[in-house]
Antibody, heavy 116, light 107 residues
Framework: QVQLVESGGGVVQPGRSLRLSCAAS????????MHWVRQAPGKGLEWVAF????????YYADSVKGRFTISRDNSKNTLYLQMNSLRAEDTAIYYC?????????WGQGTLVTVSS | DIQMTQSPSSLSASVGDRVTITCRAS??????LNWYQQKPGKAPKLLIY???SLQGGVPSRFSGSGSGTDFTLTISSLQPEDFATYYC?????????FGQGTKLEIK
C-alpha cells in the first residue's frame, strides 16, 4: 500500500528556515512526479510546488517562488521542501502528494506554524 | 493563472439526496479537471480524474462530467460517509489551482 509520510514541521519564527521531508514507500518513487500542497488553518487547498520524477523540472506557486525549493533524493525515496524567509502566511499543514498532475496519493500532512 | 470557482460554497442535504457541485475554470482546460474529497483532520482523497474517470475504489454513486470551462460532480444518493468538503483542481497548467471548496453538510 502506497505510503507517504511527511515530517519536519514545527513552530518557526518569521524570516527563519525549515525543511520538510516526505518519505515514500510501497511504490517506485523514482518513477513518479511529486507535489507539495498546503492548507492554512480553516482554509482551502493551495498547490505549492511540483518536481518531475527525475528532478529535472520544477514549478512553484507565485506565493513561494524564490523562497521555497523542492527537491528529491530517489536513492532515499524522499521528497523535500526547503522553506526560507518564512512568513506568517506560510502557516499551514503541508501535504506531499504523488502524480504527474493528478494527485493520486497524499500523505497525512505536517503542520508548519510561523510565529514569533 | 487559471482560476477555479466552485458553487455552492456550502450545501445542506439529506441521506439519499442527489447532489451536484459545479466548478468553473477561468479559461478552457479541456478535461484536465479532478475532484477530491476531504474529511475533517484528514488528507484529501482523489475521487475523479480527467473530469469523468472514477478513481479505483471510489463508489459508483460519484460521477463527474464536463469539458472546457464547466464541470460538475454528482453524488447520486448521499451516504453518511459522504459529508465532507469537495475540491476541484485543474491539471491543465501550472500552477495547478484548486477551487475554494464546497462543504457538504447534513440537513
Amino acid at each position: 500500500q502506497v505510503q507517504l509520510v511527511e515530517s519536519g514541521g514545527g513552530v518557526v519564527q518569521p524570516g527563519r528556515s525549515l525543511r520538510l521531508s516526505c518519505a515514500a514507500s510501497a511504490f517506485t518513487f523514482s518513477s513518479y512526479a511529486m507535489h507539495w500542497v498546503r492548507q492554512a488553518p480553516g482554509k482551502g487547498l493551495e498547490w505549492v510546488a511540483f518536481i518531475s520524477f527525475d528532478g529535472s523540472n520544477k514549478y512553484y506557486a507565485d506565493s513561494v517562488k524564490g523562497r521555497f525549493t523542492i527537491s528529491r533524493d530517489n536513492s532515499k525515496n524522499t521528497l523535500y521542501l526547503q522553506m526560507n524567509s518564512l512568513r506568517a502566511e506560510d502557516t499551514a499543514i503541508y501535504y506531499c502528494a504523488s502524480g504527474l498532475s493528478i494527485l493520486d496519493y497524499w500523505g497525512q500532512g505536517t503542520l508548519v506554524t510561523v510565529s514569533s | 493563472d487559471i482560476q477555479m470557482t466552485q458553487s455552492p460554497s456550502s450545501l445542506s442535504a439529506s441521506v439519499g439526496d442527489r447532489v451536484t457541485i459545479t466548478c468553473r475554470a477561468s479559461r478552457t482546460i479541456s478535461n484536465y479537471l479532478n475532484w477530491y474529497q476531504q474529511k475533517p483532520g484528514k488528507a484529501p482523497k482523489l475521487l475523479i480524474y480527467a473530469a469523468s474517470s472514477l478513481q479505483g475504489g471510489v463508489p459508483s454513486r460519484f460521477s463527474g462530467s464536463g469539458s472546457g470551462t464547466d464541470f460538475t460532480l454528482t453524488i447520486s444518493s448521499l451516504q453518511p460517509e459522504d459529508f465532507a468538503t469537495y475540491y476541484c483542481q485543474q491539471s491543465y497548467s501550472t500552477p495547478y489551482t484548486f477551487g475554494q471548496g464546497t462543504k457538504l453538510e447534513i440537513k
